[in-house]
């Protein structure tokens, strides 16, 4: 799948899909995510 990075203020934003939050159970008004960069390849993940 192929997204598009959107302008947000002084940074861009990536929107991820309802069913893809669903998927990793994270509730995007609730959950935090970490993010982590390995070889080049960025991981998104539900904060513990």
Do not use: C, F, R, T
């Amino acid at each position: 799948m192929k997204k598009k990075l959107y302008k947000s203020g002084n940074a861009w934003a990536l929107l991820i899909q309802k069913a893809i939050l669903q998927l990793l159970d994270i509730d995007p008004e609730n959950d935090e995510v970490e993010l982590e960069i390995e070889n080049k390849v960025l991981k998104v993940k539900k904060a513990e």
